[in-house]
């Protein structure tokens, strides 16, 4: 059985205790994406598997500029992660989802001067939410 501590990791800009680790594997190779669920903070690792012993191959750590997570009624979405400043058009969009749109989730943007980001829109709390109690 797998350890909590092995399937999340403090992240490295703004300090949550819980970015998620998604992993894949292909017979040679391998993949670790490391996204905090709050800043939008990645690190990729991909492995190379030669002699059937990890050897890292790449390694990038992206510094976040927010978050978000969409779910549309009745659906699942996971989490996704802003690179760059994202454009005013689609944190409109992000936010009409949100707020008119009967979409659950959240919206994060990170704020340079303040060294946090800043929820703009919906709730990252509502995980037990569902069609039927909303």
């Keep these: 059985m797998e350890k909590l501590s092995d399937m999340h990791e403090k992240c490295r800009q703004c300090g949550f205790g819980y970015a998620r680790i998604d992993t894949e594997g292909w017979p040679g190779n391998s993949a670790r994406r490391v996204m905090c669920p709050v800043c939008g903070w990645t690190r990729l690792e991909e492995h190379g598997w030669p002699d059937g012993k990890p050897r890292l191959l ?6 976040g500029f927010g978050a978000y997570r969409l779910v549309p009624p ?3 979405s996971g989490y996704n992660a802003f690179h760059c400043v994202p454009d005013a058009a689609v944190i409109h969009h ?21 060294g946090r980001a800043r929820l703009v829109a919906g709730s990252p709390l509502q995980k037990f939410e569902s069609a039927s109690n909303a």
């Design 58 to 63: 790449k390694r990038s750590d992206s510094h």
């Design 74 to 76: 009745g659906g699942y």
């Design 94 to 114: 992000i936010r009409e989802l949100l707020e008119c749109k009967g979409w659950k989730g959240y919206l994060t943007l990170w704020d340079e001067a303040a």
